[in-house]
């Protein structure tokens, strides 16, 4: 079976995008590794609208992405924080960060510091059979074991 | 300055994500890295309305993400492929891939097949100065050259 023909109900980046492909989301992503956590930084930091990122907020949460948990009683509030699955999402952070530096006019806001060597570096994808780095033109997407076979209109 | 302070104004994540932050154009980009570049094909696979799939490859081309040139005359017929800087857009792919495999069920539709050294793998994020994979918890961020500190409010 060819890739052409692999029904798409059945892909993971598709899945993927459900829960993040969403730029409000991403944003607060963003804050959650930079380890802001609490809903008024948040606002503050992306400027999202306070019942949208409410709704987001929640959302995330509902995914098991953050969890909640109160810090302050009367009036209770809440800090969000990344779990193992929302810590996951790094290398796609990464990836964004990445693409825009290059594409985004080359400003350095932010660099990432190694703490196991000490560099100052950008991480690159690699195999893990070689080590060589990879890129786009180095793979092919080949059928896995679960693709389904398109129903033909 | 502590990256607490750091004005997002200023941010690479959020550059790109005013890019791709948008989850028909991630599903446009996946269908560009499984080279189809023709409308009806992605909008087959995709499940986008019309209207918007014609809004989003308008705005990759603005982007200079995706190219359109013309295949069939008569009518005239484009077809949509990555520049380089679309190329580029490949490590957030794969990180959607991964994420997706390891939280979405599982299944695995597709594989990555390294040309090189033929190993069908999942690249991992490494440290160009000493090679170890890293991870979140292995990185700190750092105020870079051109963060801005942001004003009180």
């Known amino acids: 079976m060819s890739v052409e023909d692999w029904d798409r109900d059945n892909c993971n980046v598709g899945r993927a995008i459900e829960f993040i492909g969403d730029k409000h989301t991403m944003l607060i992503l963003r804050e959650a590794f930079l380890r802001e956590r609490r809903f008024d930084r948040i606002q503050r930091n992306t400027g999202i609208a306070r019942n949208i990122l409410s709704d987001r907020l929640g959302k995330l949460v509902s995914a098991g992405i953050l969890t909640r948990r109160p810090y302050q009683e009367r009036p209770r509030r809440y800090e969000y924080r990344l ?3 929302g810590i996951d999402l790094w290398p796609l952070l990464v990836s964004l960060m990445e693409w825009g530096r290059r594409y985004g006019g080359g400003a350095e806001a932010i660099r990432l510091h190694h703490k196991g060597c000490g560099a100052v570096m950008t991480p690159y994808l690699a195999c893990p059979e070689c080590g060589e780095q990879i890129g786009a033109r180095d ?12 129903q033909s209109a």
């Open 83 to 85: 779990t193992e699955k």
């Open 139 to 150: 793979v092919e997407a080949l059928a896995g074991p679960q693709a389904v076979l398109r």
